[in-house]
Each structure stands twice: as C-alpha cells, then as structure tokens.
C-alpha cells in the first residue's frame, strides 16, 4: 500500500479533477451561468486544465438520440466570382482534421453562427432588433475576410450546417450502409444560409430565402378566342357581335 502522504495526494488530485470535470459541465457553450464561465476561465490554470481535457467541448459523438444540444455544427463557405466559376467549399472544420482544440474551435464558431440565428428569430424578444443585427456580424466578418483573401471574387456563399446524430438502434440494427455512416447527408441540415458581398470594401450580408418564400413572377398569357361546342361564339363575343350589329 502506498504511504500516507502518497494517498493524500492522489485523493487531493482526484477531488480537484472531479471538481473541474463539474465545472466544465456547468460552464459548457450549452446553457452555463456566464459569470461563472468568465470566473473559470480567468483562473490561472484551472481554464486551461479543463480546456485542455476538453471537459467543456462538444466530442464528435454522432450516436444519440435527438439531442439537439449536442449537435456538432459546421461552416461551408464558398467563394465565387464574376465569370461565374466558383472554387471548392471550405467546411471549417476541416472534416480530415485530427480533432484537437482547433477543430473545437471552428464548432464552436460555427454553433454560435447558429444560435445567434435562431435568436434572431424570435420576434417576439426584447433584444429581437439586437439580435437581428448580431447575427449577421460572424457571417459578415468570415465571409469580408475570404473576399479579400480571394482577389476578383465577387460574392461569398456560407451555409452552416449540423450534424443531427444517428439513433443508435438503427446504427446498429440496420442492413444499409449509409444509415450506418455518420458522413452521409441525411444526417446533415441547414441553419444559417446566406451571401456575403463586398459594398464599397464593406462586407454585406444577404439571407439566401428559400424559393417558397420567394414572390413568384406572374407571366401574362395572351388571350385566346373561345367557341363552344357547337360552333358558336361564346357569351362575351356574342355580345360584341350584337353591338355591332345594332350600330350597323
């Protein structure tokens, strides 16, 4: 058995790492008191130990149930140009990545994109016009960026997606394959889809609106003569042709 002293501190370590494994729980992207969060993080060395065992990142873990609040979010941006070419979306994170702090970054970079978004709309808020107008800064500050990166580009599509889990009884019950790949795109949805464009070396923000909600252009048809079945014109132009006839 080890010395007294040598328990002693095991124990102490164990009761501080516990002690940080709650406080990541608490202070989580996910709902966690924000003064307590900036309390944590301003400590010297206990922030960086529970960033550093990522106590309070999401963990790419695609097997759950509907979980909205563990969803592994992402950005697509793709830069495109006047003659109409475009280059190959950047997802951030990069999905070939070796999941490190960095990648944890882009995800949480791209779940505050989302939940600024879908502050955004709940009109009925009293920071409804803040929000409205926090939630285009991120897209407008990523998008600005790959524009002057990106000499000639004209515009700046970004979409951020999320990962919606796979149910683990069909992971593990179903035959196709694709069910059983977390990669595939029905495990994939929209939260934020928008353009970005330079006006007057200022970056603008457009929502790229589904075509449903779009107003629908209204062509006109021309008119065309109607008879009825036994050869006769019909009610309007019988009248025409009446008046006609009486002015004669």
Not at 27 to 47: C, E, H, K
Not at 83 to 107: A, F, K, M, N
Not at 185 to 199: E, H, N
């Amino acid at each position: 058995m080890p010395p007294e002293g040598v328990r002693t501190v095991v124990t102490l370590f164990l009761l501080f790492h516990l002690f940080a494994v709650g406080l990541g729980i608490m202070t989580s992207d996910y709902g966690g008191p924000g003064l307590l969060r900036d309390i944590v993080a301003r400590t010297p060395g206990l922030g960086s130990y529970i960033a550093q065992f990522r106590f309070d990142r999401s963990y790419d873990y695609h097997l759950m149930n509907d979980q909205p609040l563990d969803w592994d979010h992402r950005l697509e941006a793709t830069v495109k140009y006047a003659d109409g070419h475009s280059d190959p979306p950047i997802v951030l994170p990069d999905p070939t990545i070796w999941p490190s702090e960095r990648q944890q970054r882009y995800q949480r970079l791209a779940w505050h994109i989302a939940m600024f978004a879908a502050l955004a709309s709940d009109e009925d808020s009293d920071a409804a016009e803040f929000n409205a107008q926090r939630k285009m800064e991120l897209p407008k500050s990523i998008g600005g960026g790959l524009l002057k990166q990106h000499p000639g580009a004209t515009s700046v599509s970004l979409r951020c997606t999320y990962h919606s889990g796979i149910n683990r009884i069909v992971f593990l019950t179903s035959t196709d394959t694709r069910e059983r790949d977390p990669n595939d795109s029905r495990y994939f949805a929209t939260d934020v889809d928008g353009t970005i464009v330079l006006d007057h070396d200022q970056p603008t923000y457009f929502e790229n609106l589904p075509i449903a909600e779009v107003s629908p252009v209204h062509i006109a048809q021309p008119v065309k003569s109607r008879s009825n079945a036994v050869g006769q014109p019909t009610t309007s132009e019988s009248h025409s042709s009446g008046s006609s006839a009486g002015g004669k």
